[in-house]
C-alpha cells in the first residue's frame, strides 16, 4: 500500500509570497491533519480535514489555510509569506481516530 | 493545555551502549506514540501503547506506558547507528481532538 506522498519536497520563496502544498493520503484513509515543525517549536498542529471539513483547527494566523477534496486529497496555503513560515510541513493521514501516518514533508525556505 | 515533555533533548553515545529517554505529562492519555524521524523526512511510527503498564518490545527497543497513562519510556539496547534519528512522543486523548507531540530526543550513535 503506497504511503503519504506530499509535493513538492522542497520550495524556495520569498516574503509576500504565497504558497499551496499537496498531500495525498494513504489510500482508505479520510482524515489528514498538517503539522509545522521548526527546531525551536517542534511539531505544531496547524489542521486537521475530515470528510472535505475541517475538524480541528491550531493556533496559526488566517494567513494559513487548507481544503480537502472528495478524494481525501489535501492542500494547504499560506499567503503573505514571512521569514518565519520557513519550515518542514508535515502531512498526516489516518483512519478515523487512529494513528497518524506521516509523509515525508515539504521543506519550505522562505527568503 | 496538555505538554509532553520529552528528556534528555539531546543525547550522544557509543555504538553498544543502553540507553533511556523519557516522555512525562501532567495529564492522562488514552494512547502515547513514539516516532523516530530522519533527517529530510517524515516521523515514522515505531509503537503505540495504550494500556497503562503496558510494555511493548521491538527487537532492541523496549516501551512504556506508566500506569497512570501520563508517562512514557523508550529503551534501547545495545545502541547502533542506525538508531540514530529523532525520537518523538505523542499522546491521544478521546474524540477529535489532534495528537500532542513533545519536541523530541535527537539521538547520534557514534561507531
Known amino acids: 500500500k503506497a504511503g503519504v506522498t506530499q509535493t513538492p519536497r522542497y520550495l524556495i520563496k520569498t516574503r509576500g509570497q504565497q504558497v499551496t502544498l499537496s498531500c495525498s493520503p494513504i489510500s482508505g484513509h479520510r482524515s489528514v491533519s498538517w503539522y509545522q515543525q521548526t527546531p525551536g517549536q517542534g511539531l505544531q498542529f496547524l489542521f486537521e480535514?475530515?470528510?472535505?471539513?475541517?475538524?480541528n483547527k491550531g493556533n496559526f494566523p488566517g494567513r494559513f489555510s487548507g481544503r480537502q477534496f472528495s478524494n481525501s486529497r489535501s492542500e494547504m496555503n499560506v499567503s503573505t509569506l514571512e521569514l518565519g513560515d520557513s519550515a518542514l510541513y508535515l502531512c498526516?493521514?489516518?483512519?478515523?481516530?487512529?494513528?497518524?501516518?506521516f509523509g515525508p514533508g515539504t521543506r519550505l525556505l522562505v527568503l | 493545555t496538555q505538554l509532553l515533555e520529552q528528556s534528555p533533548q539531546f543525547l550522544s553515545i557509543q555504538e553498544g551502549e543502553n540507553l533511556t529517554v523519557y516522555c512525562n505529562s501532567s495529564?492522562?492519555?488514552?494512547?502515547l506514540q513514539w516516532y523516530r524521524q530522519e533527517p529530510g523526512e517524515g516521523p515514522v511510527l515505531l509503537v503505540t501503547v495504550v494500556t497503562g503498564g503496558e510494555v511493548k518490545k521491538l527487537k532492541r527497543l523496549t516501551f512504556q506506558f506508566g500506569d497512570a497513562r501520563k508517562d512514557s519510556s523508550l529503551h534501547i539496547t545495545a545502541a547502533q547507528p542506525g538508531d540514530t534519528g529523532l525520537y518523538l512522543c505523542a499522546g491521544g486523548v478521546p474524540g477529535n481532538t489532534p495528537l500532542v507531540f513533545g519536541k523530541g530526543t535527537r539521538l547520534s550513535v557514534i561507531a
Open positions: 480535514y475530515f470528510s472535505e471539513t475541517q475538524r
Open positions: 498526516a493521514s489516518s483512519r478515523v481516530e487512529e494513528t497518524q501516518y
Open positions: 495529564s492522562v492519555f488514552s494512547s
